[in-house]
C-alpha cells in the first residue's frame, strides 16, 4: 500500500471553544484567528499542512463566515454538544468522503499549532504502512499528540457510533483498531530549541510564539 497526497485530505482542527485563550474575555473567539507574523495563525498551519496533502478543509462550529477571508471550505461537527476532538475527526473523515474520493485517509491538526514538521504525513504514512496499523498518531518529547495523527476514512461509520455511545477519550477509540506512535524530534526555531508541536493555547503561549517568530 501506498499513500501519496492525493490520497490524503488534511483537516484543521478548529471545532473547540478556545477557553483557555479567551477566559479573560466576554465573547471568546478563534484563536487560529489571532495574528502571528503578520497572518492569522491558522494560516501559518494551513501552509505547512497544505504542502503535505491534496484536498485541505477547516473543521470549525458556528458561522463559517468567520474564516472566508481564508479560502477554505468549512466543516462543522456531525456530532453536536461540543463533544471533544473526535467529533473534529469524524467532520474531516465524512468530508473526505463527500469531496475528495480518491483519499482513503486524513490528515489531522490543530490550528494552534504553527511550527508542524514538513515531513509529518511522510512520517505517518510511512509508520501506518510499516506497521499494518490502521492510526498513527504523533509524538514529542514523550509526549502522544492525540489531535494530530493519520485516520482512515473507512472507520468513519465506527468513530460516529463510538462517539454516540459516548466515548470521548481519543486514545479509548484509537486503541481498539491499532495505533501506531510517531515521535518527532525537537525543531530550532530562531536559534531555540523547540517542540515541533507547539502549541499557542493561551495568551503566554501566543505570545511566545511571535517571539520565536520575532
Known amino acids: 500500500m501506498t499513500l501519496g497526497r492525493d490520497k490524503i485530505t488534511g483537516v484543521l482542527l478548529a471545532g473547540g471553544q478556545s477557553r483557555r485563550m479567551f477566559a479573560a474575555s466576554e465573547g471568546g473567539g478563534d484563536k487560529g484567528l489571532l495574528e502571528l507574523h503578520g497572518r492569522p495563525m491558522i494560516a501559518h498551519v494551513r501552509e505547512r499542512l497544505g504542502a503535505q496533502v491534496g484536498a485541505i478543509v477547516l473543521n470549525a462550529n458556528g458561522d463559517p463566515a468567520r474564516f472566508a477571508l481564508l479560502g477554505l471550505p468549512v466543516a462543522s461537527d456531525t456530532i453536536e454538544g461540543f463533544v471533544g476532538p473526535l467529533a473534529g475527526v469524524l467532520a474531516g473523515l465524512r468530508w473526505s468522503a463527500a469531496n475528495a474520493p480518491l483519499a482513503t485517509h486524513i490528515a489531522t491538526v ?25 492510526i498513527a498518531l504523533a509524538a514529542s518529547g514523550g509526549e502522544v499528540h492525540p489531535v494530530i495523527g493519520l485516520w482512515p476514512v473507512a472507520l468513519a461509520d465506527d468513530l460516529e457510533a463510538a462517539l454516540k455511545d459516548g466515548v470521548r477519550k481519543v486514545l479509548r477509540w484509537t486503541d481498539r483498531h491499532g495505533t501506531v506512535v510517531v515521535e518527532f524530534p525537537f525543531i530550532e526555531v530562531n536559534g531555540r530549541r523547540i517542540d515541533p508541536f507547539f502549541n499557542a493555547n493561551t495568551p503566554e503561549e501566543l505570545a511566545e510564539a511571535r517571539a520565536l517568530l520575532g
Open 110 to 134: 490543530s490550528t494552534d499549532a504553527p511550527f508542524i514538521p514538513g515531513d509529518l504525513v511522510a512520517q505517518l504514512t510511512e509508520a501506518v504502512v510499516r506497521d499494518g496499523k490502521a
